[in-house]
């Protein structure tokens, strides 16, 4: 049992959900919601931190500030909190309500934009306001998620290589994309591994982080309005946009089952979902990464008068969600042959066969 003395210490790293029960298809979803941060973003944020302090960048008086649609900011609170810094967020208005007075909770100071840019996002009026501060103040230290490879290679060097140890033989990682600091930094380890893996990010329709039109995305965490900078589609073998509306269908059907996960987990999972029931996906092994769970989505995407508001009154009634591809009862649609047998205490041991790789 460990025993910490700073907050950041702590990471559930190797809990997965086997969605199989729920969907009728066999995918291992790896929760990364089980810290003190509450989402993955901690990984992030630790290692963007403690690499400025070691390059001199970050000092007793600095005062670290940095865009953030809500889980890097509640990160870095905590960090900032725990080491002494002074931390200020710039986020929009789309960040959950709960996810704010988390940071303030912390003892950061929260800027909130709430005007749209010239691209119908509130990215580019964040980072304006941020590089105005820096501007106007020395002690500001922006780490700037969206450029700082400390972002990718948290996850090269943590994410990847957990899912790595767990699933050996793994065939196919379905990856949301926001920074695309999670997808570059497990595309760049699994190009380097032993074995292909098709590794699948997941965007969320109406973000122009692959290109097409910009759109309104209400739910945060997945999606950009400019393309990110870390981004290199090299290492991208697919891109999967998933409305929000299926978004929604995907959390709430997860949360019938128990499990209360957030917006771009729900995002994720209806990506794959409709991507393994498209493809033969017999002793396949696919995994998905689940950024956080559900409960600073409760006056969001778990509430129905929001839910009304925004996509309809009709979008989640019991007729609109039974036309899910995954919607029937996953009894029904189990068949021994879509499922890869999972040996006791190791999930990736086991022979297969992967039917669909791109050549
Ligand atoms: C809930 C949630 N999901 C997904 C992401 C996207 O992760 P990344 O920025 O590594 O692409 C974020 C990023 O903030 C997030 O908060």
Not at 180 to 202: D, E, K, N, S
Request: hydrophobic share 40%.
């Amino acid at each position: 049992m460990p025993v910490i003395s700073a907050p950041h210490a702590f990471n559930e790293s190797q809990l997965y959900v086997d969605l199989e029960p729920i969907f009728g298809q066999s995918l291992y979803l790896k929760c990364e919601g089980f810290n003190f941060a509450g989402s993955i973003k901690l990984k992030a944020a630790t290692e963007m931190v403690e690499t400025a302090e070691r390059e001199g960048v970050l000092k007793p008086e600095s005062i670290l500030v940095e865009s953030s649609s809500g889980n890097l900011g509640v990160a870095l609170s905590m960090i900032a909190a725990s080491k002494g810094y002074r931390f200020l967020c710039v986020t929009d208005s789309r960040c959950n309500l709960s996810t704010r007075l988390l940071m303030e909770a912390l003892g950061s100071q929260v800027h909130v934009i709430a005007d749209l840019d010239a691209n119908g996002g509130f990215l580019g009026a964040r980072i304006d306001y941020v590089r105005a501060l820096c501007d106007s103040d020395d002690r500001y230290v922006w780490l700037s998620q969206y450029t700082n490879p400390g972002n990718w290679k948290a996850h090269y060097r943590k994410t990847a290589p957990e899912i790595a140890q767990r699933f050996p033989k793994l065939d196919v990682l379905f990856v949301g994309a926001g920074t695309t600091g999670t997808l570059m930094g497990c595309a760049r380890y699994f190009r380097q591994w032993h074995r292909p893996v098709r590794v699948i990010a997941v965007d969320s329709v109406g973000s122009v982080i692959f290109g097409g039109a910009p759109g309104r995305r209400m739910i945060p965490g997945l999606g950009m309005s400019m393309r990110p900078p870390l981004l290199d589609e090299s290492y991208v073998d697919e891109v999967i946009r998933v409305e929000e509306t299926e978004t929604i269908r995907a959390c709430h059907r997860l949360a019938r089952r128990g499990f209360l996960f957030g917006g771009s987990t729900g995002t994720v999972v209806s990506g794959a979902m409709r991507w393994l029931a498209e493809h033969d996906t017999r002793d396949l092994t696919a995994v998905a990464i689940a950024p956080d769970l559900g409960e600073r989505y409760l006056d969001t995407i778990y509430q129905t008068n929001w839910l009304q508001d925004l996509y309809g009154e009709d979008a989640f009634s019991s007729d609109a969600m039974a036309d899910d591809p995954w919607a029937a009862d996953p009894a029904s649609t189990r068949s021994p042959a879509r499922r890869p047998h999972l040996q006791t205490g190791d999930a990736g041991d086991q022979r297969h066969q992967h039917q669909n790789r791109k050549q």
